[in-house]
């Protein structure tokens, strides 16, 4: 009800600003008019269809003034931003103001990589001329090595490694093959190892660890042995020819075997 | 080298050999007894010492003695002498167990007795002595060193065959 009443009087002003520029034409044309109406609201009784059309023309023209107002803050707002940019320095007040360790907790930073296609990214990547430009050497003379080894835990590096499926791809023919024996032999300095050595000691500890004594009785049991083995069996073939001449001149009857129970 | 036989029984050359080396046996026993009588006789009476001159029966005897002591011993407990282990014979009932001392005591003596007894062998046609005979036992070829409790604990009724075990 409000606002048509803002209508009603806005296109009542509207209303008289037409006739106001429509100087003494619309003026004599419609001063009787206008008179009757007045008076015709003055009475408390104002025709609708006046009113309807007053309210039609109101909000046509509200619509129009904000749309008007609206233009005309938007060109306003722009040259003044324009203007203050001219004049302020953005990066420093930001610098300056902004808590840019509190906007950074609150980026969800895996839900920024989620939705990032790294792989158009990296399609994207000139990687030749990246590494081209990069001086590998600086930065490998900058790197501390020795703290990155010392760093290293080898033991669990080495436990991870299966030595054996290493060993086995190691062709030990081949690596054989190139060596030269002669070439290494030479370098040997057998007089440097040998002074090195106790080869008294050495040849304690073997005399030792050998059993002599116990070696040169069984070898002379041994050889003993095979003695009286020997005497046995000639004895035995002696047995024989004795029997088998006896036999003979004794007209026996012949026998191949040592006499059985 | 011939295999070891199988317990026939040992011929005179064989037999020979043993009894040459037992002889050597008992000649260096009868020296060594020698020798301790006189080193006891040395320990006894240092200033008097003279070596033993025994006579020659009582040589004889007591060579005698200690051959005979020496077989019994031996054929009594392993039915072998030195030199019946030397060549691997042994001397067995015809049961084929040790003999026993009475027995063994005997063969000794007309071993010691009457040696030429052995030579018998060679004209026997089972290899058997004339001390054999008497005694009634045998010799037998047997090359293990094995001892002569053996010879009768094999075979039922101990007629165990020596030398036959591993």
Redesign the interface.
């Known amino acids: 009800m409000d606002e048509r009443v803002v209508d009603a009087a806005l296109g009542a002003v509207a209303g008289a600003t037409g006739l106001a520029v429509g100087l003494a034409r619309p003026f004599l044309a419609g001063t009787g008019s206008l008179l009757a109406a007045c008076a015709r609201t003055a009475r408390g009784s104002p025709p609708d269809r006046w009113v309807t059309a007053m309210a039609v023309r109101g909000e046509q023209v509200r619509a129009g003034l904000d749309h008007a107002v609206g233009e005309l803050c938007r060109r306003l707002l722009l040259r003044a931003v324009e203007a203050a940019l001219g004049v302020l320095d953005l990066t420093e007040l930001a610098r300056r103001h902004l808590d840019l360790d509190a906007l950074a907790i609150g980026i969800d930073i895996d839900a920024v990589v989620s939705r990032a296609d790294l792989d158009a990214v990296m399609s994207r990547v000139d990687l030749d001329a990246v590494v081209s430009r990069v001086n590998l050497d600086g930065a490998v003379a900058r790197v501390d090595l020795d703290a990155v080894v010392a760093r290293v835990d080898l033991d669990a590096v080495v436990a991870r490694v299966d030595l054996d499926a290493v060993a086995s791809r190691i062709d030990l023919d081949a690596i054989a093959k190139r060596v030269d024996p002669d070439v290494v032999i030479a370098r040997v300095d057998v007089d440097a190892a040998l002074a090195r050595l106790d080869l008294a000691a050495i040849a304690r500890q073997v005399i030792d660890a050998v059993d002599l004594p116990e070696i040169l009785r069984q070898s002379t049991g041994t050889v003993a042995s095979e003695a009286v083995r020997g005497v046995r069996a000639e004895g035995m073939n002696a047995d024989e020819a004795v029997a088998r001449f006896v036999g003979r001149l004794l007209r026996r009857p012949r026998a191949d075997r040592p006499v059985l129970p | 080298?011939?295999a070891p036989?199988d317990?026939?029984?040992?011929?005179?050359?064989?037999r020979l050999?043993a009894a040459v080396a037992d002889t050597t046996a008992v000649a260096l026993a009868a020296a060594l007894l020698y020798l301790g009588t006189a080193g006891a006789r040395f320990a006894w009476s240092p200033v008097s010492f003279r070596w033993p001159q025994p006579t020659q029966v009582v040589s004889v005897v007591v060579a005698g003695l200690v051959a005979t002591g020496y077989l019994t011993i031996a054929w009594a407990t392993t039915g072998r002498t030195y030199g019946a282990g030397?060549?691997?014979v042994r001397v067995l009932s015809?049961r084929?167990g040790l003999l026993g001392w009475a027995r063994s005591t005997l063969r000794a003596l007309a071993c010691v007795v009457f040696p030429v007894g052995l030579l018998w062998t060679?004209?026997s046609?089972?290899?058997r002595s004339l001390q054999d005979i008497l005694v009634g036992s045998?010799v037998v070829?047997d090359?293990h060193r094995d001892g002569g409790a053996r010879a009768t604990a094999r075979e039922p009724g101990g007629a165990a065959m020596p030398g036959r075990g591993p």
């Open positions: 080298v011939t036989p317990h026939g029984r040992a011929g005179v050359v064989t050999l030397l060549l691997g015809t084929y060679a004209v046609p089972t290899r045998v070829y090359w």
